[in-house]
């Protein structure tokens, strides 16, 4: 775990798994002679990622940034993504004292299941929100596209993180960007999927954006390395061309969901293009 702080903010970065991605999907256009100088890569050429939610304290609330990933789909999907360590989020909850019920926010970025995996839980057979005191918060678009999947996207979104907590009613939509605390802003990043969000700290003239996958690793800061993952590529395309000059003019800290050696970094404009440092 790794603790910053934010002006007023406490900030925790989990690493609550780390699983292996195809690098070919994870680079989209760009061959590998490229993006193999940037990663390492395994026989197979899939690439090390981590999931990392951010954990933080606002006074005397809790919020959590994404859910992280569970074992609900079964030993077939955890194969598939080589899922290693799931469930580590519970365990930084109890390193700080906390539990489940002590989280009064959930802020989910996306609904895929490696960022939404512990909005709910299986026991004794039966699914259930596992943060019963929490709201979670998600864009309006992305709860659409989660509960309306197609072929692109159905393998993604997993039924059993999203119906538990609808049904429980505690999920609260927004449509664009909002204030949700004093400091504490959700901001949408669409590109990856349409109703993708940011989260944005910003007290005491630091600030801090949570990429989402937006940016997955600092490996993809290049404007061309997009995830052929991305529903839409040209319009993450378009969001980074937008977001990363204020990122770089008012020197955010960025933290990425996925990068496995560098939990946060901030951007410039170098001779090359844009790089992490």
């Known amino acids: 775990m790794v603790r910053l702080t934010v002006g007023r903010f406490e900030v925790f970065l989990v690493e609550d798994g780390r699983f292996w991605l195809d690098g070919g999907a994870m680079f989209g256009i760009v061959p590998k002679a490229l ?3 940037k990663t ?15 954990l933080v304290r606002a006074g005397e609330r809790w919020v959590l940034v994404e859910t992280g990933v569970d074992t609900k789909p079964g030993e077939k999907h955890k194969t598939i993504y080589h899922i290693e360590e799931a469930g580590k989020l ?19 970025t996306h609904l895929h299941f490696d960022h939404a995996g512990l909005n709910a839980v299986l026991e004794e057979g039966r699914l ?26 159905r393998g993604s979104y997993l039924p059993e993180n999203v119906e538990p907590v609808a049904e429980a009613g505690l999920f609260e939509f927004v449509e664009g ?18 109703g993708q969000q940011g989260v944005v700290l910003e007290s005491e003239g630091e600030r801090l954006v ?41 020197d955010y800290l960025l933290v990425t969901p996925h990068d496995p050696a560098r939990p946060y970094a901030r951007i410039r404009k170098g001779e090359k293009g844009w790089e992490a440092y």
């Open 35 to 37: 993006w193999s100088k």
């Open 40 to 54: 390492a890569f395994d026989e197979q050429n899939r690439i090390p990622l981590v999931i990392r939610p951010m």
């Open 90 to 108: 519970l365990l930084a909850l109890k390193e700080l004292g906390l539990g489940p019920e002590d989280v009064d926010l959930v802020i989910n």
């Open 128 to 153: 259930r929100p596992l943060f019963t005191k929490a709201r979670y918060l998600v864009q309006r678009q992305e709860f659409f596209e989660a509960t309306h999947p197609h072929e692109r996207n």
């Open 177 to 194: 960007e909002a204030e949700v605390l004093p400091g504490l802003k959700v901001l949408p990043l669409p590109g990856h999927t349409l």
């Open 210 to 250: 949570y990429t989402a996958d937006l940016l997955p690793t600092f490996a993809h800061v290049g404007l061309a390395y997009i995830m052929a993952y991305d529903l839409y590529p040209v319009t993450t395309l378009e969001t980074r061309k937008r977001l990363y000059p204020i990122w770089a003019e008012e």
